[in-house]
T-cell receptor, first 113, second 114 residues
């Protein structure tokens, strides 16, 4: 059973526009969420995170929104740049001191110049 | 700093052969992880080690063993490789107690089992 779901395998966006990547989860115990970016032949790199006590976290062009009642989070990238083209994974963990991070299946973002 | 280093980067095995993937981190992190990445499946947790001397199963542990050799090193062993274990394997580490809980990943090890 996939506890963290990214239902859009791919997304194409024009340079300068907003990219919105979505993630849904089923486990109500999840209280910490992260987004990672992955380029081909490289390891994933951390982008931004959010705790369940917040509904929004911003870092430069990247903003993550959390809707706990809908068990949904989204990553907004504004403005999108060609260098943002990559696979994006969301991840979740449950409980203070937990060590297990469950990842989604990823969304491939292509930013068109 | 090197961060998280994985060896080998590429390996081809025949069914039934054994091998060990090595991982070392130089960030003095307490927790270490092994994930596999498969098309359409995302990153799935195989095993993790919360701290030196402890290991626990993740989502897909069957067919694998791990050893937390010391604080720096966490190895993943395939005793009898199967084609279903063809994948890209990522090692990661995390500083226990860190607020953001960020995982730092290695560059990956691509394994093909024929």
């Amino acid at each position: 059973d996939q506890q963290v779901k990214q239902n859009s395998p791919s997304l194409s966006v024009q340079e300068g526009r907003i990219s919105i990547l979505n993630c849904d989860y089923t486990n109500s115990m999840f209280d910490y969420f992260l987004w990672y970016k992955k380029y081909p032949a490289e390891g994933p790199t951390f982008l931004i995170s959010i705790s369940s006590i917040k509904d929004k976290n911003e870092d430069g062009r990247f903003t993550v929104f959390l809707n706990k009642s809908a068990k949904h989070l989204s990553l907004h990238i504004v403005p999108s740049q060609p260098g943002d083209s990559a696979v994006y994974f969301c991840a979740a963990s449950a409980g203070a001191g937990t060590y297990k991070y469950i990842f989604g299946t990823g969304t491939r973002l292509k930013v068109l110049a | 700093n090197a961060g998280v280093t994985q060896t080998p980067k590429f390996q081809v095995l025949k069914t039934g052969q054994s091998m060990t993937l090595q991982c070392a981190q130089d960030m003095n992190h307490n927790s270490m992880y092994w994930y596999r990445q498969d098309p359409g499946m995302g990153l799935r947790l195989i095993y993790y080690s919360a701290s030196e001397g402890t290991t626990d199963k993740g989502e897909v542990p069957n067919g694998y063993n791990v050893s937390r050799l010391n604080k720096r090193e966490f190895s993943l062993r395939l005793e009898s490789a199967a084609p279903s274990q063809t994948s890209v394997y990522f090692c990661a580490s995390r500083e226990q107690g860190q607020n953001t809980g960020e995982l730092f990943f290695g560059e990956g090890s691509r394994l093909t089992v024929l």
